[in-house]
């Protein structure tokens, strides 16, 4: 027998409802007919309790550190896959054999162009516009010049428009870094590998030879692959929402590039930088730091630490950690950065306030320090993030639209506003 969860109201009513069983055992109570057969609903602010839909794309347990893609554990592809194999894997649920890769690949670098007509939209963006506004406005505007996938097509349009976003964004994020710093756009090259392209794009000038260095290739490929998905995070959590209502995947996109520029969530990388210059430029005082983060009136946050699940550890957080000390010793120079962040590390992983609340590094700590070693721009890390979670989004789009229990994710609510508050005609007020 199916198990149930017995629910008994205030108003004596009580409720048998279903218990859902995932395949690693983690426990669901369904209250789809709660409201139908009691007239109650739940509250769960942040739902932080509620499980918005069945997933078999990411597995995430917080309480043990762990994080595996379709299965397979993040450390094993940390070391191992590229990027394009995991938006792949992501995408369809098994790793590419040879000629799948090849397709995808190929498919990838036909579709690295944009529409030139979109080119002039560079030009007018503020000089001080972030890249996170520009980012968005621009793959909104994909929906305007590729408007073949739009509509019904959504689905049967879907492995077009995938490759499209995935190449055509990292595309629209090297030539947005160019305007910021008032150089020219430099084009996508065929014969390099979807990384190395992204590096030329930022980092190369019409007027030098440009010479990829394997190391920075492998680097980000790695910092890509631990941000590609994370289940139901808020941005991905937004794209499904955003598409529930049958919204194309160039607007679910946006709106989870919206979502994630916040700083409580993929925002909080260039945070973490900005904070640790400001401590250097305060003295470098760690101790003062952490006194101001305790003191609840202060507001201050010791941004890249805390997570909703992981309560241990973050494992991405682990091997970026790892990524950076090899990445900086490698460099020769000492960082000034990565000295303070890892006694501010120390020092809250041995403080009761950080302790009790459960809280550790997660993958924005360390993520902002390597970026800076690569040589890419405080605000262009989010862009980053919003790099690696692109095939997360697009993979639980594309469950979500498939799934046959789909629906409009449409909340309730309690209210609490007056009672009925009859209109007061303007002469009378
Ligand atoms: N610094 C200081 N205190 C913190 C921090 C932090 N970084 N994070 C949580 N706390 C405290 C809260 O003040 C609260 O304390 P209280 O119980 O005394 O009121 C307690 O820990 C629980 O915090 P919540 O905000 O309720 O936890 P929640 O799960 O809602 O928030 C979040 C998670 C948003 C990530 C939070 O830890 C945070 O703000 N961290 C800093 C921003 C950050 O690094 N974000 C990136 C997250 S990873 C990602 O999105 C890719």
Redesign the pocket.
């Known amino acids: 027998m199916a198990d149930t969860a017995k629910l008994i109201l205030p108003d004596g009513q009580t409720l048998e409802l279903p218990v859902v069983t995932g395949s690693e055992g983690e426990k669901a109570i369904d209250i789809g007919k709660l409201r139908s057969s009691t007239g109650y609903i739940t509250m769960d602010p ?1 739902l ?1 309790n509620t499980g918005a839909c069945r997933s078999n794309i990411t597995f995430l347990d917080g309480e043990r550190g762990i994080l595996r893609y379709r299965g397979i554990p993040i450390e094993q592809l940390a070391g191992k896959a590229t990027f394009v194999e995991v938006c792949y894997l992501l995408i369809y649920g098994h790793l590419p054999d040879k000629n799948e890769l090849s397709g995808f690949s190929t498919n990838l670098t036909t579709h690295a162009l944009i529409h030139e007509d979109m080119r002039i939209f560079f030009e007018n963006f503020s000089h001080t516009a972030h890249p996170m506004a520009i980012l968005s406005a621009m793959v909104t505007s994909l929906s305007a010049y590729y408007t073949d996938g739009t509509g019904e097509a959504n689905l049967e349009m879907l492995d077009l428009n995938a490759t499209r976003l995935i190449s055509k964004v990292r595309t629209i994020a090297a030539f947005s870094y160019k305007k910021s710093i008032g150089q020219p756009i430099i084009y996508p090259t065929d014969k390099l590998s979807y990384c190395a392209n992204f590096l030329k794009m930022m980092f190369a000038l019409p007027t030098e030879e440009y010479e990829i260095d394997q190391e920075l290739v492998d680097i980000m490929n790695l910092l890509l692959i631990l941000h590609a998905d ?1 289940e139901q ?2 941005s991905t959590a937004t794209v499904r929402q955003v598409g529930s209502s049958d919204a194309n995947l160039y607007a679910s996109v946006a709106a989870g590039i919206l979502a994630l520029w916040g ?4 925002g ?1 990388n260039q ?2 930088i900005e904070m640790l210059e400001k401590i250097h430029a305060d003295g470098g005082d760690v101790d003062k730091f952490i006194a101001r ?1 305790k003191d ?1 009136n202060s507001g201050v ?8 699940v992981y309560k241990n550890f973050d494992p991405r957080a682990t091997i970026i950690k790892k990524a950076c000390d090899r990445v900086l010793n490698k460099s020769g120079k000492p960082d000034v950065l990565l000295d303070l962040a890892k006694q501010l590390e120390a020092h809250a992983l041995a403080d009761d ?2 302790i009790e ?1 459960k ?1 550790y590094p ?4 360390y993520s902002g320090i390597i970026y800076r070693a690569l040589g890419i721009p405080t605000n262009m890390f989010t862009v980053m ?1 919003a790099l690696g979670r692109l095939p997360g989004w697009i993979a639980q789009w594309k469950e979500m639209m498939e799934d046959p229990d789909k629906k409009i994710s449409r909340p309730r609510q309690i209210y609490t506003g007056l009672g009925i508050n009859p209109y007061v005609p303007r002469e009378n007020r």
Do not use: K
């Open positions: 942040g932080i994370h995070n808020c700083p409580l969530h993929g909080a945070q973490v983060v609840r946050r010791l941004m890249g630490f805390g997570h909703r306030y950080f609340r809280l997660n993958v924005d700590f993030f």
